[in-house]
């Protein structure tokens, strides 16, 4: 799942109210009983809300939103308040946001509607960094920093929208902004046709809005999955989706890289998952394992869960919360005729999380690859099963998973994902990490 807090001080800063005749103003009491919702929905869903040691950060945010919800406010404004819950539950499958933002953003683009012109990189330190044009089309500026925005400094911008982001840790949260940093200031600030830019050694410079989709929403097979050979026997399967409409097709896609890999004699295989959101499990334990398990694994070890309604059973009741050792283990296929028994790398990076995380929990645990990136962003204790529930009067998205899964290997000193072998990686230039690892084995091939 492709995914995508700190109340204001002020409502001041808050988008102003629409004009009269637009969305209509959401009452205070309307506004308190959304609150309440997403609370009641937190205590019959989640099994450890505080699972991210952020209990208390959540019990604060809470009472911060309900001290602000005292003036009617718009959709938008009431995503922009409720939306501050996210970084105080630091996990990326629990947040408020925006419903459908796929028909959203292709209704707004077909009705002549403009967005941020750029695809951009977001530090947790609120710098700002333009990576390619909006849809990942070539700009001239790819890689410079961007200091201003219509008159404001970038930092501030991106600052406020940083209190608004979700995900595991500071880092994770700039790189899911960084993913969709067109959405949020879309809703906080408005579309407008234009924008100036203020460029670190360009100056101010105007700059159209874009029209173009952009590249969070471009789940076309082609741009998700990508398999190359490349020199010195290397090959690199690109798989920035764990799902896909057609399952089967995905399943055939692996197949036909494994057979061109074996006929190409590669003894090395890179799986690039850095951008890889998650999706479906099955995926990966269909379509990749039975090419690398060299022995029987597992995803997890053990679990919490939460019995919520339409799961409970007379072995497990309605509103208990379970916690068991997990006993399915998946058995290596031995005879796979296109078993890979090279060395395997898997890159993991700003947006590998979920049901990717969980596979490189498994590539890594088993000794089936060697993780390789730059550092961890996402938790290695992952939620799912998440739940989507509509609150009732802004009609805003809340998510909320039903479940803690621990990684195979049992829990770990380090809770984020951690490379095996740490290389610099720009998202300005994704080739990069690629080179500079294979430029590694072969050093190490050499000794």
Do not use: C
Request: glycine share 10%; proline share 7%.
């Amino acid at each position: 799942m492709r995914l995508t807090v700190f109340l204001l001080l002020s409502l001041l800063s808050l988008p102003a109210p629409p004009a009269v005749g637009q969305t209509p103003l959401l009452s205070a009491a309307q506004l308190g009983e959304d609150l309440a919702e997403i609370q009641s929905h937190m205590a019959l869903i989640h099994p450890d809300p505080g699972f991210a040691g952020q209990g208390g950060d959540i019990a604060q945010a809470m009472a911060r939103v309900g001290e602000q919800l005292t003036v009617p406010l718009s959709r938008e404004q009431a995503w922009a308040a409720f939306a501050t819950l996210n970084p105080a539950f630091a996990d990326a499958h629990m947040q408020v946001t925006v419903p459908d933002v796929m028909g959203q953003t292709r209704a707004h683009l077909d009705a002549g509607g403009k967005l941020f012109p750029f695809e951009v990189v977001v530090e947790p330190d609120a710098t700002l960094r333009i990576r390619s044009a909006l849809g990942g089309g070539s700009t001239a500026y790819a890689g410079a920093a961007i200091t201003r925005i219509n008159g404001q400094p970038a930092q501030q911008v991106v600052r406020t929208l940083l209190a608004r982001a979700a995900g595991d840790s500071e880092g994770f949260r700039a790189n899911h902004l960084s993913w969709r940093m067109w959405l949020p200031y879309w809703k906080m600030f408005g579309a407008p046709p234009s924008f100036q830019i203020e460029i670190a050694g360009k100056g101010l410079v105007q700059v159209a809005a874009s029209g173009a989709l952009p590249e969070a929403l471009k789940e076309d097979f082609e741009h998700l999955f990508r398999f190359d050979i490349l020199p010195g026997g290397a090959a690199l399967l690109t798989v920035s989706a764990f799902m896909a409409e057609d399952p089967r097709r995905f399943l055939a896609f692996t197949r036909a890289a494994f057979a061109r890999m074996q006929a190409s004699g590669a003894t090395v295989l890179i799986i690039d998952v850095r951008q890889n959101g998650g999706g479906d499990d099955a995926l990966w334990k269909e379509g990749i394992l039975p090419y690398l398990a060299s022995k029987p694994y597992r995803h997890t070890s053990s679990y919490i869960k939460k019995v919520i309604a339409g799961r409970d059973s007379a072995a497990e009741a309605l509103g208990s919360v379970v916690r068991a050792d997990h006993h399915k283990w998946h058995p290596p296929e031995l005879a796979n005729p296109l078993r890979f028994t090279g060395q395997t790398y898997v890159l993991v990076g700003r947006m590998t999380y979920s049901s990717a995380v969980l596979f490189a929990n498994v590539m890594q645990d088993f000794g089936f690859g060697k993780l390789v990136g730059e550092r961890g962003y996402a938790r290695t204790r992952q939620s799912g099963g998440t739940q989507v529930r509509t609150l009732p009067h802004s009609g805003l998205t809340l998510v909320v998973p039903r479940m803690v899964l621990e990684r195979p290997a049992g829990p770990q000193a380090q809770p984020l994902l951690a490379p095996d072998i740490v290389l610099p990686d720009d998202p300005v230039n994704r080739r990069g990490l690629i080179d500079a690892l294979l430029a590694w084995h072969h050093r190490q091939a050499a000794q």
